[in-house]
Every structure is written in structure tokens, then in C-alpha cells.
């Protein structure tokens, strides 16, 4: 079992895959242009983490569809540009507010969609409340794991696209944890990592 993980190479990169935190957690780093080179199904998982040079992975798509259509599991978090190189991603971007937490009461509005699933046997919905910067259309049969104010998907889970499997979210926690601003995404990626190693790492289930 493997995780193999993206490594753009940018200071947040370094910290979240590198730093003694969360490396523990990644098999093998890659960088985007060394994909060819890599058999991708030695590996369980492929993470992309946030702010991943859409331009650099697009050259990869056809590789990165082949892993999913023999069963692979692709994790991409935010900021990537996921259309240019995974299927059937549709994204609508939003405005994005900074301060709200500043207002007395403010509440962003995300919440958990699918309380019973996995995933929030590691995470509270305060942990994936930072800032939202878009929502997904993505295809029907997926299961939609949190969603923003207006239900607007931006955390789903896709089994119906390929024969594998892609955890998609708008959210990046990568890159707040890694430029030390915004205890929720660590708090996020705390949880998310060792879930990835406990559900995703053993293969799409059938």
C-alpha cells in the first residue's frame, strides 16, 4: 500500500510534505513532470495538493485517467485547476471573504452533508471552516461529503466517473498550514491525512 504525492516544490509544499508533521504520511514525492516516468499503479493513492500549477499536471491527463480508469484513487484539495487534467470536474469559483470570522456570529456557512461517512470519524465541521472559494457541479451518483451556504458541493467523493476514485474539495489546507495561517487547516489535515491512510490506502472497494 503507498501514498504517492504531487510536490510542486513551493514553500507551502515543502512544509506539508516534507516537514516531520505530516511526511510520515506520503510513500514517495513527485515532481509533476517526473509523472511519466512513475508507474502509477504501484501506488494506491495519487495526492495533489493545493495550488498544484494546473499547467504542469495538464501534459499528465491521459496518464492520470488511465490510473483511474484501472481503479486508482486521486486526491486533489483547492486551487488546482482540476478541469485541465481530471474528468468531468466542473467548478464555479465565488468570491472570497477573508475576514467574515471578524462579525460577531458570523457563520460561513459550511456544513457537513453526510455526518455518517468516514471522514468525520477524524473531522469536525469547525475543521473544514475556513473560506470558500467555489463550489462544484459534479455528476450525479457522487457522494457530496460537505457543502458551502447555499448546499453548493465543495467536498465529494466520485466513484461514478471512472473505475477509480477521485476525492475532489475546493478547500486547501496545504497551503494555509503551510504558510502558518489558519488553525483550521491544520486541524484539517490532522484528520484528513490519517483517513486517507486508513480508508483510501487499501484500494477502491467495490
Not at 461514478?160 to 488553525?183: E, K, N, Q, W, Y
Amino acid at each position: 500500500m503507498s501514498v504517492l504525492a504531487i510536490h510542486p516544490g513551493a514553500y507551502y509544499h515543502i512544509e506539508t510534505l516534507e516537514a516531520p508533521r505530516y511526511r510520515h504520511y506520503f510513500d514517495r514525492l513527485v515532481r509533476p513532470e517526473q509523472l511519466p516516468s512513475f508507474e502509477l499503479s504501484e501506488h494506491q493513492v495519487l495526492f495533489i495538493p493545493c495550488r498544484t500549477p494546473a499547467d504542469r499536471m495538464a501534459p499528465h491527463a491521459a496518464q492520470l485517467r488511465t490510473y483511474l480508469d484501472e481503479g486508482g484513487t486521486i486526491v486533489a484539495t483547492g486551487e488546482t485547476a482540476w478541469e485541465a487534467f481530471l474528468p468531468a470536474i466542473h467548478f464555479t469559483p465565488q468570491p472570497t471573504n477573508w475576514w467574515w470570522w471578524l462579525t460577531e456570529g458570523a457563520d460561513l456557512g459550511v456544513r457537513v452533508s453526510a455526518p455518517g461517512h468516514s471522514l468525520f470519524e477524524h473531522l469536525r465541521q469547525d475543521d473544514l471552516t475556513w473560506h470558500l472559494h467555489g463550489w462544484f457541479d459534479p455528476p450525479e451518483g457522487v457522494e457530496v461529503l460537505a457543502v458551502n451556504e447555499e448546499g453548493k458541493p465543495i467536498l465529494y467523493v466520485d466513484e461514478v466517473t471512472t473505475a477509480g476514485r477521485m476525492v475532489i474539495t475546493s478547500l486547501d489546507p496545504c497551503f494555509h498550514h503551510g504558510s502558518h495561517f489558519m488553525p483550521a487547516t491544520t486541524r484539517f489535515l490532522d484528520g484528513f491525512l490519517p483517513w486517507i491512510r486508513k480508508e483510501l490506502d487499501k484500494g477502491k472497494s467495490e
